[in-house]
């Protein structure tokens, strides 16, 4: 059964950092592509990040592009998303999702990742 538990949210102030962790387990992590999705209460659900399976290709919305960082450690079964320079528009629930199909790349849309955790909550407010 997959299982991905995310970690590390909070409450931050504008301007500061958060890194956010999502243990995996119950599948081989090291061949699927994973994604960072989030949504803010009355919002559509936006796809952050994503990360191939080798660690190598990374896609990132333009919200976040030069602010956020996705990696994983395939030997730790750990996806990561390093937040830096937090504005209020961050806040959110977090969501690390699995790609449905293993392989090369992250896909093309968030409709090809349909396994989440329960999320971890940021908050960024003075």
Known sequence: ?????ESGGGLVQPGGSLRLSCA????TFSI?????VRQAPGKVLEWVSAIDMTGRITYYADSVKGR???SRDNAKNTLYLQLNTLKT????MYYCRKRDAAGLGYGATIDEYN???QG???TVSS
């Open 120 to 122: 971890t909550q940021v």
């Open 1 to 5: 059964e997959v299982q991905l538990v």
């Open 89 to 92: 528009e961050d806040t959110a």
């Open 24 to 27: 995996a387990s119950g599948f």
């Open 32 to 36: 699927y592509a994973m994604s960072w």
């Open 68 to 70: 956020f960082t996705i």
């Open 115 to 117: 396994s989440w955790g």
